[in-house]
Structures are given as structure tokens and as C-alpha cells.
């Protein structure tokens, strides 16, 4: 049923281009484009995290695309600027990492530096640290290995029986979405359960997909970087009480600012849908001190302060799609609905 649904948008958004709405009715001031992975594609039929990558031949492409179609490439600091003044008749991009991954600097950057391309990646501090719980990696793996797996789902041991791709796939989507409804301590536990059960090194993996601070310092040592903060352990900030969800938005900063020796200005919501965090947790970074706050809300900017700047909509790309004409159909903003503004530019709702 995904997929079914995965196609008929795909579907929608290339009929769209098609019928020029794409090129001839633009709207807004410009989008900001969130990506996880870049990385080489690789093998195997078991790949649930595939939506959250893109190659980097794909990443190249785009930027080329974005260019041909007269889009200007901003940071962070500038889409604030853009989003609360008159607007201007070259719309832009902004392009947003989440993670701090590995790949970023592995994959990405060479090719970011080569075409001059500003771009914002938002740091959750454990990570760098080596402490940071990347427990996705974990269900990927345990699920990828094993075809019987029983684990601890509340008071009760669950069992499940999981021969083909098919029951894999529904098993990891049936899994990720119950630990990302628990609070963060009980996440913790859980994740540590199945990982022992089966033998994977959940720190390992950790420590392995994340950039290091010697790996940070490069990137901030590049004017055209900017180093944005989410929190420190990357949790769902709604299933925290709200003084535990600020003081991860103000450790996540004030860590960030000693490590970097710079403000923090702009904030990404882990995760950053709907359901990952509250009306609260917007107004909180704004009292953090934070310029901007991005969400995986899909949308486009507005100028004018029509859009909140601490709950600010990014396009996530699925890395499952490849076509430039759905590229740009996305940042047309045609595929959107207006949204009636939630507040103010400077974030109260």
C-alpha cells in the first residue's frame, strides 16, 4: 500500500510538471531542502532507510537543476532575512543535513565545496561525542539478520516471525513508529534489549555513521557552512515533559557554542513532524535563542513574515525518487496548499 501510495505521487507531482504549472506559477520566496544520507547506493533488497538517502550523483544533479532553473543557494542566516522582507524575483534554495552523518563529509561536501554551495547542517551533540544512540541502525540491522525476533514491547515479550522482505519492511515500519511513541529513557532501554538479544553493537554502529568534532571543525572552518544544533540526544521533544525538552534545546546550543566558539543562531526539531513536536516546543525555541526553527513539515517560505520563523517547513527528498521533473514540482511550491500563517515571524502561535 506505501508503495501504491509512493506512485501516485510520484504520478501527481510529474503530471505537474508537465503541465508547466511548475515553471509558470511559482510560489513564494523560495524552499529549504532537508536530507539525511548521501552515499552510494548499495545492495540488498532490505533497505527501510532508503527515503532518508540520496547519492551523490543524485546530489549533483540537483544542484546542476537548481541552478539551470535560476534558483539562488542560500544559508540560513539569509533565508531568515528573505522570509520577513519584500520579496525579490529570484527565488531560492536553502540546503539542510540532519544528523551530523559521516557520509556528510565523506560524500557530500567535496562536491558542496567544488560548487561553492552554502549549506546548514544541524548538530545533535551526543553524536560528536560518541555517546549519541542512532537506534534506527540497530532495528535496521537486528531485522536485517535475523528471521525470529522477540523483544520486550511493554510488560509483554513479542515474537516475530519474519521470512521475506515484504514481512521485514512491515516489521521495521511497525517497530520504528512504537519506539518513536515511547519517552526517551524507556526508548533507551527498549533499543538496548533488542540490540543485546541479537548481538548488535548499537555504540559502535553509532560511533561509526557520526561525524567526529575533528570532522565539525572542517566544516565550520567553511564560511559557506553553517552549524545549526538538534539538542543533544536527537529525541521526540513530544514525548517530553516540557523543562526536559528545553533544557535539551539549551544544551544542545550551549554545547554547540563552546565546541564551535560561535553562536548557534537556527534549530532543527528531531525528526520534525507533526506528530515529534508541540506549539510549545516552538515557542521554546525562540525563548532558547535561536533566529529560525526547521521542521520536516513539507512547504515553502514566504516572504513577508507569513511564515513562522521557528516552525519553518523543509521539503524532504525521498532518495527512493530520482526525477528531477518531481525536483521541481516540489520547489515550485505548486504542490503545496496555501497555509494560513500559525503566527507571528518571530515564532509565537
Known amino acids: 500500500m506505501a508503495s501504491d501510495d509512493r506512485w501516485l505521487e510520484r504520478l501527481r507531482l510529474e503530471l505537474t510538471w508537465f503541465s508547466g504549472r ?28 532508503r527515503a ?9 544533479r540537483a544542484i546542476r537543476a537548481l541552478r539551470r532553473w535560476d534558483y ?50 544541524y548538530v ?25 525476533i522477540s523483544l520486550m514491547m511493554g510488560e509483554k515479550e513479542q515474537r516475530f516471525t519474519v521470512t521475506d522482505n515484504a514481512r521485514k519492511q512491515a516489521l521495521f515500519s511497525y517497530l520504528e ?23 548488535v553493537d548499537l555504540a559502535a554502529l553509532s560511533r561509526e555513521a557520526s561525524m567526529d568534532w575533528e570532522d565539525l571543525a572542517k566544516l565550520a572552518a567553511d564560511p559557506l557552512v553553517t552549524i545549526g544544533s538538534a539538542t543533544v ?16 534545546m539549551t544544551m544542545g546550543k550551549a554545547v554547540a557554542e563552546s565546541a564551535f566558539r560561535r553562536e548557534i543562531r537556527h534549530f532543527a526539531f528531531p525528526f520534525g513532524d507533526r506528530s515529534s513536536f ?25 516572504a513577508e513574515g507569513r511564515t513562522n520563523l521557528h516552525a519553518l517547513p523543509r521539503i524532504s527528498w525521498d532518495g527512493r525518487m530520482r526525477s528531477l521533473r518531481v525536483l521541481r514540482a516540489l520547489v515550485s511550491g505548486v504542490a503545496f496548499a496555501p497555509v494560513r500563517p500559525t503566527g507571528t515571524a518571530t515564532g509565537r502561535t
Open 52 to 60: 532518508n538517502e540520496i547519492t551523490p550523483q543524485f546530489l549533483d
Open 124 to 148: 545533535p551533540t551526543a553524536f560528536p561525542d560518541g555517546v549519541g544512540e542512532a537506534w534506527w541502525f540497530g532495528l535496521e540491522q537486528v531485522i536485517a539478520r535475523e528471521s525470529r
Open 72 to 121: 539562488g543557494f542560500l544559508g540560513m542566516d539569509e533565508v531568515c532575512r528573505r522570509a520577513v522582507t519584500l520579496p525579490e524575483k529570484r527565488r531560492f534554495v536553502a540546503l539542510t543535513f540532519d544528523g551530523a552523518n559521516k557520509d556528510l563529509i565523506t560524500f557530500a561536501y567535496p562536491m558542496l565545496a567544488r560548487y561553492a554551495v552554502p549549506f546548514t547542517i
Open 22 to 49: 511548475a515553471a509558470l506559477r511559482s510560489r513564494g520566496a523560495g524552499v529549504i531542502l532537508r536530507f539525511a544520507h548521501v552515499r552510494p547506493r548499495h545492495r540488498g533488497r532490505f533497505q527501510p532507510l
Open 233 to 248: 540526544n536527537y529525541p521526540v521533544l513530544a514525548n517530553m515533559k516540557d523543562a526536559a525538552a528545553l533544557r535539551e
Open 177 to 199: 513508529s512504537w519506539l518513536r511513541s515511547l519517552p526517551p529513557a524507556d526508548l533507551s532501554v527498549a533499543i538496548a534489549d533488542l540490540c543485546t538479544r541479537y548481538r
Open 278 to 302: 508541540r506549539r510549545s516546543h516552538v515557542v521554546m525555541a525562540e525563548e532558547a535563542g535561536f533566529a529560525s526553527a526547521v521542521s520536516t513539515i513539507p512547504g515553502i517560505v514566504e
